[in-house]
Structures are given as structure tokens and as C-alpha cells.
């Protein structure tokens, strides 16, 4: 996997299906930044939101998306409202 950055887990979720993200990808993998994962941000990301979906994922699967302080709580309570949150993780 070429694009592996230093958070383990990112580049595997971005390479997977996209089809449980709320909203269209922003995150631009040539900045070498972590971008916030909430359609439309652009802001470098604070907190990694860790989850998993029971219905197609196994129990260790841990899917994550990228968070700014503005989108944590939105992105957090998207996913605890289905209950597929495991954690929010401080970059
Ligand atoms: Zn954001």
C-alpha cells in the first residue's frame, strides 16, 4: 500500500468502500496533512473517529474517519446514533 501515512488505519479505510461516509470525501492525500473527513471542510484534522459496522465489517474492522474540532461531535453522534462508534482518538 503506497499510501500508508502514519496513522495506522487511514490509507486501508480511504483505499476501502466508501459507501458508509455521510457525506463526499474531501481529504487530499497530496498535502501530507489529515484533513477533516465532514463534506465541504478543509481543515486539518484533530481527532480520529474509530468505528465499525457490525452488519459488514468483523468485530476487529476498525474504520476510521478524520475529524476537525468543528465536525468531532457531528461525525461522532452520526455514527453512535447507529452505533457503529467505538472512540474518538486525539491526533
Ligand atoms: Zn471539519
Redesign the pocket.
Known sequence: MATRRTLSGVAAWHHGGMQDQPSSFATDASAGQL????KG???A?SYAVVWNNPKVHTPEREKTWL??????E??SSFLDKRGFLLRVDAL
Open positions: 484533513i477533516c473527513s465532514a471542510c478543509q481543515q484534522a475529524a476537525c474540532e468543528q465536525h468531532r457531528w461525525l
